[in-house]
C-alpha cells in the first residue's frame, strides 16, 4: 500500500509540473529554471543529511557511477528537454514523455535482461500504455509543428530517461547498503553542475535579472524543486529499488492523465472524449504490467513456501 501510495504522489508532482514550469519560463530562461530547480532541491538534500548525521554508504569507488547515473537520470534529459521543446510542440514532447517505459523495455531487453522477467504479458500492457499515450493526443497529430532537430532532442530525452531508469537499478543490484537520500544528493549534484554549465553555453546570462520576477516563477521555482524533484526523486527511486525499473517505469504513463487532471482544475479546460479513452486505455496497461509482476510475486512465495516445507521434511 505504501508504494502505490508514492506512486500516486509522484504521478501528482510530475503531472502538475508541467503548469509549474509553464509559470517560471514565463520569465525565466528555460535552462537556468531548471538549474534553479536542481538548487533548491540539492539545498533540500543537505539540509537533511546533516540532520540526520549518519555515516557515509557511497564508497568513493562508486561515486563516478552515481554521478553517471545522475547525468542520465536528470541532468541530461533536462537538457535535452528545455533545448528540443524549443523547436517541438508540446504534443510531440508529451509523447515523448509517456514513451519512457518503452524505451526502458527496450533498452532492458538489449542490454540488461537479468535484471527483470520479459513477460508477453508485461510487453503487452507496455505496448497499451503507450497506445493510451498517442489516444490523447491523436487529435494534434497533424499539428505536430516544430523542427527536426527539436524532436530529435526530445528522442534522445526518453532515452536517457530509460537508460537513467536502468543504471540506477544496476546501481542497487549488488549495493543494497546505498542510503537512498545520499544517493539522490549526489545525482542532484552533478545534474547541477551539467545544466549550470549547459546555461552558461546556451543562455544569455544578461537576460537573467531576478529583481524583475514576479512572485509566481519563484513559488514556481520552489515547488518544482522541493516536490517535483526532490520528494518525487526520493519516491521514484524508492519504487525503483522495491518494484523493480520496469514496474517503476509506469508512472510516466500516469503522469499525462494526471497533468490533463490539474489542467482542468487550474485553467478550467475540460478533458475531451480522446483524453477520457487514452486514460482508460493507460489504466489498463497498467493494470497488466502490475498484474504479471503480483502473479510473478505470487509464484516466487510459493517457491519459498514449498522449500521451507521440504527442509522441514528432512
Known amino acids: ?42 539545498t533540500f538534500f543537505i539540509v537533511v543529511l546533516a540532520v540526520r548525521r549518519r555515516a557515509r554508504t ?10 553517471l547515473t545522475g547525468l542520465f537520470s536528470i541532468g541530461i534529459p533536462f537538457s535535452l528537454l528545455f533545448l528540443g521543446i524549443r523547436d517541438a510542440s508540446v504534443c510531440f514532447t508529451g509523447i515523448m514523455d509517456g514513451s519512457v517505459p518503452l524505451w526502458t523495455f527496450l ?15 508485461r510487453f503487452l500492457g507496455l505496448l497499451l500504455g503507450l497506445g493510451g499515450i498517442l489516444v490523447i493526443f491523436f487529435p494534434h497529430l497533424n499539428h505536430l509543428g516544430g523542427g527536426l532537430r527539436g524532436k530529435l532532442l526530445l528522442v534522445l530525452m526518453a532515452n536517457a530517461y530509460a537508460i537513467g531508469v536502468l543504471l540506477n537499478r544496476l546501481l542497487f543490484v549488488g549495493a543494497k547498503q546505498i542510503d537512498l537520500l545520499e544517493n539522490v544528493a549526489h545525482q542532484t549534484a552533478a545534474s547541477l553542475l551539467y545544466l549550470l554549465c549547459v546555461s552558461f553555453i546556451f543562455e544569455d546570462w544578461s537576460l537573467i535579472q531576478p529583481m524583475r520576477w514576479g512572485l509566481g516563477a519563484y513559488a514556481a521555482i520552489l515547488y518544482l524543486g522541493l516536490c517535483c524533484t526532490a520528494l518525487a526523486w526520493i519516491f521514484f527511486y524508492s519504487l525503483i529499488r522495491e518494484w523493480g525499473a520496469l514496474r517503476a517505469s509506469v508512472v510516466c504513463y500516469l503522469t499525462p492523465p ?3 487532471l490539474f489542467d482542468f482544475l487550474v485553467t478550467g479546460t475540460p478533458a475531451s472524449p480522446f483524453e477520457l479513452a487514452g486514460t482508460a486505455t493507460i489504466l489498463i496497461g497498467v493494470a497488466l504490467v502490475e498484474s504479471q509482476n503480483a502473479a510473478s510475486q505470487r509464484r516466487r512465495a510459493g517457491v519459498r513456501a514449498c522449500s521451507a516445507a521440504n527442509t522441514a521434511a528432512r
Do not use: H, N
Not at 557511497?58 to 554521478?67: A, C, D, F, K, S
Open 58 to 67: 557511497i564508497p568513493g569507488r562508486l561515486l563516478p557511477r552515481v554521478w
Open 107 to 121: 533498452w532492458l531487453v538489449v542490454f540488461a535482461r537479468q535484471l527483470e522477467p520479459i513477460t508477453p504479458t
Open 1 to 42: 500500500m505504501r508504494q502505490y501510495l508514492k506512486l500516486i504522489a509522484l504521478s501528482s508532482f510530475w503531472g502538475s509540473s508541467f503548469l509549474a514550469i509553464k509559470s517560471a519560463i514565463a520569465e525565466v530562461p528555460p535552462i537556468f529554471a531548471a538549474t534553479l530547480r536542481m538548487t533548491v532541491a540539492l
Open 258 to 260: 494526471m497533468a490533463m
